[in-house]
């Protein structure tokens, strides 16, 4: 009996001795608890405008390649969401080669084949970019920095984007177009909606490189002729169509001094 009341109380003991330091523990507070991922981080987007120029130009356009400069305007609710506006207007317009080669095997007179037009005809009715507008929310999922080579260090942060706008559009040669039975010259504003990626690359805690890849969708119809089949060029030839565009700007951060969290 003496024996197993001594191991009793042995085990007792230990059992108190092995506890009573783990609850003290589990009552004490880490250090770490409630504390920022981040110490003393550089607050890039957070309540700061951004504002600045930019130049854009389309991609893989069957007529036309549009050249816009323009300028942008972004205000970030907090790291990661933002709202931003846009201007783009052109300032120039190359043709493609499709179009070269298109239009070399065209009569330069009245063709002989009904419907067809003239060389100058389908010029003529060809549609140009004049100017884009537009707004998005913008919501950035990585942020961070990187380094080049472990000497040059930068910040960035990727973001994707959605939203509305306005396309300007407009036959090549108007009076051409409105001489043609078989062209439809529609023009002025398109309405459209917008979706694409985009990223922020900084020099400093005020200026960054901005660089959006952008698909403005709207109802155009780029080579102003009969689509459908139905034997005349009209507002029933309007299809939705994808105008993909690749945008730089130099974005100046407000205010310049960045703020730096606890």
């Keep these: 009996m003496t024996n197993n009341t001594h191991r009793r109380f042995a085990l007792v003991a230990a059992l108190l001795i092995t506890a009573l330091p783990l609850a003290a523990q589990a009552q004490r507070k ?12 550089v607050e890039l987007r957070e ?4 504002i600045g120029p930019g130049f854009s130009s389309t991609i893989t356009q069957d007529f036309y390649h549009s050249f816009l400069g323009g300028v942008r305007l ?13 201007g783009s207007f052109a300032v120039a ?3 493609t080669g499709f179009q070269q080669r298109l239009v070399e095997t065209l009569p330069a007179m009245t063709p002989s084949v009904p419907r067809e037009p003239t060389g100058p005809q389908a010029q003529g009715s060809m549609q140009k970019i004049k100017a884009l507008l ?12 990187y380094s080049l ?5 930068a910040h960035y942060d990727f973001y994707i984007f959605g939203g509305g706008g306005l396309m300007d559009v407009g036959p090549n040669n108007a009076s051409e177009c409105m001489a043609s039975t078989t062209s439809y010259c529609p023009s002025g504003f398109k309405p459209g909606g917008q979706a694409g990626v985009g990223l922020h690359t900084f020099f400093n805690n005020w200026l960054a490189l901005n660089v959006e890849l952008r698909d403005f969708v709207s109802r155009l119809d780029p080579s102003g002729r009969d689509v459908n089949g139905d034997g005349v ?24 001094l960045a703020a730096i969290s606890q």
């Design 47 to 50: 309540t700061r405008f951004e």
């Design 134 to 145: 537009g707004a998005q929310l913008e919501f950035a999922p990585f942020t961070g920095k």
């Design 233 to 256: 060029a009209n507002s029933n030839d309007l299809t939705w169509t994808s105008t993909y565009l690749v945008t730089a700007n130099v974005m100046f951060f407000l205010p310049t």
């Design 93 to 95: 317009n190359a043709e």
């Design 149 to 153: 080579f472990g000497k040059i260090f």
């Design 74 to 86: 972004a205000f970030h609710f907090n790291d990661w969401l933002s709202l931003a506006a846009f």
């Design 30 to 41: 880490s250090p770490l608890e409630d504390a920022p991922a981040i110490r003393k981080r």
